[in-house]
């Protein structure tokens, strides 16, 4: 038997390397447990490398992974409007395929916050386009619209696309019904009317609601419906801003005792802006006059306020007040100050830094003066003008500035200061063209400023020449419109002077005018007997009542040519 000799065999194994694999699998954890953890900055950086290197499918995995934490993240930042840092994150994510479409809208949530408006719509639009569920992108989209591009035209469009998904929201309701008012006045009047009344019905105790509905009410003259709504608001915690509309509308509907005691929540306004009131206001509300106080032996300082127009029109109740105290000082603008002292007012005229030299009992803001003179629509004081120039300054001014022909000289102004832009006063000033093409007429400018220049795209067969350049002060606007036969204005600080003067003046109006011309129809406008509104029967019709002062005028020209013509028979 052959003996067979076994041999052990041992196997050498080969080791394998697989630290790179594990060192993966460690940063996906701790990547993901940091990101857990609401440490996003290390978790995403960690995934930020990682991902490059990983295979399918586990790419993918960690890429949905990746981005619904960045998620997480950019909503974190965004709720601590940190929006570049959101930006950033929402950047990250879209380099990856598969995110989801709510990015856009929040990039362009973050770039509205940053004051990018078109790039926030942009990326809102992306949004619109892609989404299925439009969620609340119109009304995103609308209020940047709104707020951030003033297109109030192209917020309507998105508003009203929002009603079909929120029909519910009364908020909707009462942008549309403000933004039909803002930009159509008295157009659209159901529609204004009933997205309000829609969103009163929603909110019936939102204060809100309930001043803009008495408000477009009230511009229509619907004063009994108003006067429900108004009386309403005062029963919800109504602001100063409220309770001066209210005193508006009041003036407006020729209520003046009320109304201009609920004026005079202007000082304590909450959306004052860029209206700045004289110090007196605010440094010294211990002396201001109040209902309470008798002022029959007092010495009394009346104050001027905001414009120029307002201390010209409110300054015909000095000679009321003078009957009512005991003595009276007017303070006014420095421009107004050479015009004020040669109208021979019966009082001393003062510049606001005389003050602290006047010993007076109380001050009285200029736009009182009417609840202090107990006026009424019906006894306004000295309409037919109060204010005067020396003939010697206007006949120097007239040889210095005015043709010497006998062409009709026609005045003119067309826009006020930034009020009166938004209130839609200013007239655009080709609307006048065919004034200064009229035969035998030479039209003269009050414009001292021209910020849109529109003065210098006149056509070639128009004539204008430009006085306002020449005014150092109010006292030379007065003595260039003692040289007019006539006056053509908006309603302006011009405006006003030219009635205080007497002036004849042919006065233009816009369909909704400012609170105080409650008469914008006959002869005359009740403060101002020497100026003839002419309105706009639609709103922005100006071509209308320009047409109607062009046949006054052409009217005004026959009869100073049969004058002359019976005057040579003579």
Same mark, same amino acid.
């Given at each position: 038997m052959v003996q067979v000799s076994k041999r052990l065999v041992v196997r050498k194994e080969v080791k394998v390397d697989n630290t790179q694999e594990l060192i993966t699998s460690l940063d996906i954890a701790m990547a993901d447990y940091y990101c857990?953890?609401?440490?996003?900055?290390?978790?995403?950086?960690?995934?930020?490398?990682?991902?490059?290197?990983?295979?399918?499918?586990?790419?993918?995995?960690?890429?949905?992974?990746?981005?619904?934490y960045s998620l997480q993240y950019g909503q974190t930042l965004m709720q601590e409007k940190k929006w570049a840092e959101a930006v950033e994150i929402y950047r990250d994510i879209m380099k990856n395929s598969g995110y989801p479409v709510n990015v856009y809208k929040n990039i362009g949530l973050c770039m509205k916050s940053m004051g990018n408006a078109d790039l926030a719509i942009k990326f809102l639009k992306q949004f619109e386009e892609i989404s299925q569920d439009k969620e609340d992108v119109y009304i995103y989209l609308a209020d940047i619209t709104y707020s951030d591009i003033k297109d109030n035209i192209k917020a309507i469009e998105y508003y009203e696309k929002a009603l079909e998904k929120n029909p519910n929201n009364f908020s909707i309701y009462n942008m549309l019904g403000h933004l039909y008012s803002t930009c159509y006045q008295d157009k659209f009047k159901e529609k204004q009317i009933d997205y309000f009344m829609k969103a009163y019905s929603l909110a019936p105790n939102n204060r809100i609601v309930v001043k803009n509905l008495a408000y477009v009410l009230g511009k229509f003259h619907e004063e009994q419906r108003a006067d429900e709504f108004y009386a309403k608001l005062m029963y919800l915690n109504p602001t100063h801003s409220d309770l001066h509309s209210y005193g508006a509308y009041?003036?407006? =509907? !020729?209520?003046?005792? #009320?109304?201009? $005691?609920?004026?005079? =929540? !202007?000082?304590?306004? #909450?959306?004052? $802006?860029?209206?700045?009131?004289?110090?007196?206001?605010?440094?010294? $509300?211990?002396?201001?006059?109040?209902?309470?106080?008798?002022?029959?032996?007092?010495?009394i300082l009346v104050h001027f306020e905001q414009g120029f127009g307002d201390t010209i029109m409110f300054a015909r109740f000095i000679g009321e007040l003078q009957k009512r105290c005991a003595k009276v000082s007017l303070v006014v603008q420095n421009g107004l100050v050479s015009l004020f002292e040669n109208s021979k007012l019966g009082v001393d005229i003062y510049k606001e830094s005389d003050i602290p030299t006047i010993n007076y009992d109380y001050y009285i803001p200029m736009m009182d003066l009417p609840i202090v003179c107990e006026t009424t629509p019906d006894n306004i004081p000295r309409a037919e003008g109060y204010l005067k120039v020396s003939k010697s300054k206007i006949n120097a001014y007239r040889k210095k500035y005015i043709n010497d022909n006998e062409k009709l000289k026609i005045g003119i102004a067309f826009e006020g200061t930034l009020a009166s832009k938004e209130t839609d006063r200013d007239i655009p000033l080709e609307f006048m063209y065919p004034l200064m093409q009229m035969p035998e007429v030479e039209v003269y400018s009050f414009q001292v400023d021209d910020l849109t220049r529109q003065m210098d795209r006149i056509p070639a067969d128009a004539r204008l020449f430009r006085l306002g350049k020449t005014f150092s002060n109010w006292e030379d606007t007065a003595c260039a419109m003692n040289c007019m036969d006539l006056m053509v204005t908006t309603d302006n600080g011009v405006m006003n002077l030219a009635g205080a003067l007497g002036i004849k003046t042919f006065g233009l109006f816009n369909t909704i005018t400012e609170w105080r011309w409650f008469k914008t129809t006959g002869d005359d406008i009740a403060w101002y007997k020497s100026i003839k509104p002419f309105q706009c029967p639609t709103s922005k019709a100006w071509d209308i009542p320009m047409g109607q002062i062009i046949e006054e005028i052409e009217k005004i020209q026959c009869k100073n040519i049969a004058k002359k013509i019976k005057n040579k028979r003579i």
């Open positions: 857990s953890n609401k440490d996003f900055i290390k978790g995403l950086s960690l995934y930020r490398d990682l991902i490059p290197n990983l295979s399918e499918p586990e790419k993918q995995a960690s890429i949905n992974r990746f981005i619904g009041l003036v407006k =509907h !020729r209520r003046f005792s #009320e109304g201009f $005691k609920f004026l005079q =929540h !202007r000082f304590q306004k #909450e959306d004052l $802006k860029n209206v700045a009131f004289p110090q007196i206001f605010i440094n010294n $509300k211990k002396k201001r006059w109040s209902l309470k106080h008798n002022i029959k032996d007092k010495h």
